[in-house]
């Protein structure tokens, strides 16, 4: 299994603010994504987050709003970037593991914009 | 397009009931699929998952799943529910079996009744 270390559990933020969120796992894992949930809703894929490499966005996501950086293959950082109150959602770090191949998550952060 | 569906969005069940949730996906290639649990104020967890084999897969806690592929189906089933399963259930299809993201449903909130 994989133990992700997400933070911030959660954060309350001023519209036109940014803010950056970091995951940390405790082992070496081969992917790594970033999803969303937005309130009373399922869990959406932002990104998946490449090693060293730009990360591939879903439609409807783009970098310059959700910059994401993957300097190595236990940590990557997710930024909400000019926030409005319609970013307010969860963020969920995720990641499979190089021998099992099931997607283990954190804990997730809770984002409200005011 | 490519989605997952739960038909169940809010179940209410007394202790000892049977339960079974649906899951249904439009996607015609090869699939890995997956239950998720997610108990209050805790992170995702694992419940069971289907890649190849059985198509009735047995995961943690007595829960069970069984693959129709000519439905593309796999609903969930627990004989008898206990109060601690209260908690939302989310089914989720990798449908890319090489990057190994996922797309999850809507999910359903199970509340047991003591």
């Known amino acids: 299994s994989a133990v992700i270390s997400q933070k911030p559990s959660r954060d309350i933020c001023q519209r036109g603010t940014s803010l950056t969120i970091q995951c940390q796992v405790d082992?070496?894992?081969?992917?790594m994504f970033w999803y969303r949930q937005q309130p009373g809703q399922s869990l959406t894929l932002i990104a998946t987050?490449?090693?060293?490499?730009?990360?591939?966005?879903e439609s409807g996501f783009v970098i310059d709003k959700f910059p994401i950086s993957r300097p190595n293959l236990t940590f990557s950082t997710l930024t909400v970037s000019n926030m409005s109150p319609e970013d307010s959602s969860i963020y969920l770090c995720?990641?499979?593991?190089?021998?099992?191949?099931?997607?283990?998550f954190g804990q997730g952060t809770r984002l409200t914009v005011v | 397009a490519q989605s997952v569906s739960q038909h169940n969005h809010h179940v209410i069940l007394s202790e000892a009931a049977s339960l079974e949730l649906g899951c249904n996906y439009s996607?015609?290639?090869?699939?890995?699929l997956f239950w998720y649990v997610q108990y209050p104020g805790q992170h995702l967890q694992l419940l069971l998952k289907?890649?190849?084999?059985?198509?009735l897969v047995k995961g943690i806690k007595g829960f069970e799943a069984e693959f129709i592929k000519s439905k593309f189906s796999f609903n969930l089933r627990k004989p008898s529910v206990q109060w601690s399963d209260t908690a939302e259930y989310f089914c989720?299809?990798?449908?890319?079996?090489?990057?190994?993201?996922?797309?999850f449903g809507s999910g359903t909130r199970l509340q047991v009744q003591p």
């Open positions: 289907y890649f190849s084999g059985d198509p």
């Open positions: 995720s990641v499979v593991t190089r021998h099992v191949h099931e997607a283990f």
């Open positions: 989720a299809v990798n449908m890319d079996t090489g990057r190994r993201a996922l797309t």
């Open positions: 987050a490449n090693q060293g490499s730009e990360a591939t966005y």
């Open positions: 082992s070496q894992v081969t992917m």
């Open positions: 996607y015609g290639g090869t699939v890995n």
